[in-house]
């Protein structure tokens, strides 16, 4: 059930910072869905490789670069799913940040119910 649960509240995350940035659409609420369970899988999965073959430049950025890495995740994810839809790189980024605050936030959220 928990599962369950993370996943609609990062499915909101996603609607919520699509309706914040002009860039940045969902087209309904299957749509956020779906990019939650792709960016989740994304995430467990193509994200610690990228980090790993970026080690140097994120190190010599502080830790900064994996902040480009997010937004890159987030726009394959654009050019794989049909209902979402960023508008460029730097769109992206912003997307990327809120949805990390929004799931940080909703994570103790789902972990009281």
């Not at 860039?23 to 467990?44: C, D, K, P, T």
């Not at 994200?47 to 994996?66: E, R, S």
């Amino acid at each position: 059930m928990s599962f369950i649960i993370k996943w609609v509240l990062s499915a909101v995350a996603v609607l919520i910072a699509a309706y914040l940035l002009p860039g940045v659409s969902v087209e309904s609420f299957w749509a956020a869905l779906i990019v939650a369970i792709v960016l989740a899988l994304m995430n467990a999965t193509l994200k610690p490789l990228l980090v790993v073959l970026t080690i140097p430049i994120t190190v010599v950025t502080l830790g900064l670069f994996l902040i480009v890495i997010n937004a890159i995740i987030i726009l394959l994810i654009d050019a794989l799913i049909g209902g979402f839809h960023v508008a460029n790189f730097w769109w992206a980024i912003a997307f990327s940040l809120i949805v990390s605050v929004l799931g940080a936030l909703f994570d103790d959220v789902a972990e009281r119910v």
